[in-house]
């Protein structure tokens, strides 16, 4: 199994916008990010996984083709990926069921308070 490299963020969202300010504000603070405008399917983010190897994925729940239900369910339980944390977004009232349900180690809902985007960050990558 590869090695994950803690300062690096994977970002899985079908919101450009949603993406670009979390991609920024991350590397500012020194993180290495990748982002993924939503997954087709399965393979094509665990193929994102084995090459960048991130140390925290955010996962966003509604999206085209693979959902985050779905996505994180496949992350966790493939030995490449089950130990990375996964951050599920979402501006459902009920993210916290939603991110409970996928497996996800944490949730951080839209739109939410920039340094809880950092905060979380921190304490899974360090």
Do not use: W
Request: with cysteine; proline share 4%; glycine share 6%.
């Amino acid at each position: 199994m590869l090695s994950n490299t803690l300062e690096n963020v994977l970002l899985v969202d079908d919101d450009v916008d949603h993406l670009s300010i979390c991609s920024l504000i991350l590397q500012r603070r020194n993180y290495a990010v990748r982002i993924l405008l939503g997954c087709k399917n399965l393979d094509e983010l665990i193929e994102v996984v084995r090459e960048f190897r991130p140390g925290i994925i955010f996962m966003d729940h509604d999206m085209p083709g693979i959902g985050g239900l779905d996505a994180t369910k496949g992350l966790k339980s493939n030995p490449l990926s089950k130990s990375i944390p996964v951050i599920y977004f979402s501006g459902q009232d009920d993210v916290a069921q939603l991110a409970a349900a996928a497996g996800a180690d944490d949730f951080l809902r839209k739109h939410f308070y920039m340094p809880r985007l950092l905060e979380l960050t921190a304490r899974y990558t360090a």
